[in-house]
């Protein structure tokens, strides 16, 4: 009876604890859901907050997943772009400290490009400028620099990624693929290599008598190093590639540009389907250039048929203190192209030497071209007196390099005097429509002859006896 006055309060519990769990209920699901944006919030501030001051994880392909021993490129694709980028290095010639990013890029695409930088455990960012070269040959893509400027408290980057700005975000930092920044010092007084020569492109090759030949004659002309973009070629002619890479003479670079780009084996659209000129030659080039540039003190630019002989001396390091006395130093020597056709072959004129056709009977084994049996060459017409010429140039001169000669250098080229030397260049003819007299006699291979035989016998021998 004395707590009757406590009657409505307790009918009110009741009602309370059957409504409770609704509420609970009701109440948790508000929580979580005012709590998601302050979640999400925290962790875009607990990304920033980390990534501003602790070092960036970058996805870094390790050299041994690109390329076999020890060789080092990997073609990576800009996302949301057409751009395939080839190679980074530190540019140290130009008024602003920069990286040039060698790039494959689809010319009618307007992109504005991201660079991103690690320099010291930190990362940077800055605006990428592009310049597309000229010589694309009305393919769809072209060869191109993208031009990262360092910004202040970044001179010497690590790595280098490249993004365009509409997908530059958090989640690109991280899922880019860096590049390593090569380059990043330039010493000026010594070099590994006196000579470079840079070859490109090699597809579906299988001349392999010609291209032990070749290697051997460049070896007495005093090269110390031979680069080859390789995309693909016979067992055989793999079989030497491997004999030379393990003698420390020939670098392999696997070229898998052919993953990205619909490449044309022709130099114009109307020669080859595809939308990059030649295999994507001029970019492969271009970074055989400057991934030399500060390991030898010359580099060459020819082709595996090609040879540039000198015809007072016998080697390239009499030759090139001839050249820079005559012509200037670290200027580009551009030599004369004789093509030596391997649809004829003739005996040399009586008063000359015989060449040595039959020294080396195991050389009938070998797939490919017998140069010291095509002495003969096309006469020099107007129509290619300037066509086709290939170069040797101090790689420190050198801005964009191209198929023949450069696009852009400090000091220009000089034409060389066919009387110092010129390049035979053995392959098909050109003037189709010669008759065997109206070609020209040119023994000058077979002075090299006695000591190219012996030295081409000894690495078939060995090459072919570990098969």
């Known amino acids: 009876m004395g707590h009757n006055h406590l009657l409505p309060q307790m009918k009110k519990f009741k009602r309370l604890v059957y409504i409770s769990p609704f ?28 990534t501003t001051k602790m070092p960036l994880q970058l996805k870094v392909t390790p050299p041994s997943q690109i390329a076999p021993q020890g060789q080092k490129l990997s073609l990576v694709a800009v996302n949301g772009t057409k751009t395939v980028l080839v190679a980074a290095y530190q540019e140290h010639r130009t008024e602003r400290k920069e990286v040039r990013v060698i790039a494959v890029v689809l010319r009618s695409e307007k992109v504005a490009y ?16 592009i310049n597309i070269h000229k010589d694309h040959f009305d393919f769809a893509y072209g060869t191109a620099d993208i031009m990262c400027p360092l910004p202040s408290g970044c001179e010497t980057p690590s790595h280098i990624a490249v993004t365009s700005d509409a997908a530059f975000s958090k989640d690109t930092l991280i899922a880019n693929t860096f590049l390593e920044v090569k380059n990043r010092k330039a010493p000026s007084d010594s070099f590994p290599y006196n000579f470079t020569v840079c070859i490109s492109t090699m597809f579906d090759f299988t001349n392999v008598l010609q291209l032990v030949q070749s290697l051997e004659i460049l070896k007495l002309l005093g090269v110390n190093r031979v680069v080859v973009y390789k ?32 490449v044309s084996r022709g130099w114009l659209p109307e020669h080859g389907p595809g939308d990059i000129h030649y295999l994507g030659q001029i970019p492969a080039l271009s970074d055989c250039v400057y991934r030399y540039m500060y390991q030898s003190r010359y580099v060459a630019l020819h082709d595996m048929d ?30 004369e192209n004789n093509v030596f056709p391997i649809t004829v072959t003739l005996r040399p004129p009586t008063s000359q030497p015989l060449p040595p056709q039959d020294c080396c009977p195991g050389w009938h084994n070998v797939s490919g071209v017998n140069i010291l049996a095509h002495l003969y060459h096309e006469p020099i017409i107007s129509e290619t007196h300037y066509s086709n010429f290939k170069i040797i140039v101090n790689p420190r001169a050198v801005f964009s390099p191209t198929v023949h000669g450069l ?29 065997p007299d109206q070609l020209i006699y040119d023994g000058r291979l077979l002075s090299y002859s006695a000591r190219l035989i012996p ?13």
């Open 114 to 129: 991201r660079c991103i930088l690690r320099c010291q455990e930190k990362r940077h960012n800055s605006s990428g400028v």
């Open 23 to 50: 509420i609970s209920i009701l109440f948790l699901i508000l929580l979580l859901w005012f709590y998601r944006p302050f979640r999400t919030i925290q962790s875009s501030t607990q990304y920033y907050r980390e």
């Open 407 to 435: 696009r852009s250098s400090k000091n220009g080229c000089s034409w060389v005097d066919r009387d110092i030397a010129r390049m035979y260049h053995t392959r098909a003819p050109r003037q189709t429509k010669l008759t």
């Open 455 to 467: 030295n081409v016998n000894a690495v078939f021998k060995e090459s072919f006896k570990k098969q």
């Open 231 to 262: 995309t693909s070629s016979s067992p055989e002619t793999q079989s030497i590639l491997d004999y030379y890479t393990n003698k420390g003479f020939v670098e392999v670079i696997p070229w898998s540009l052919s993953k990205f780009v619909n």
């Open 306 to 335: 090609e040879l540039i002989l000198p015809q007072s001396v016998n080697s390239w390091s009499e030759l090139l203190p001839l050249l820079e006395n005559k012509y200037g130093a670290d200027r580009c020597y551009m030599f």
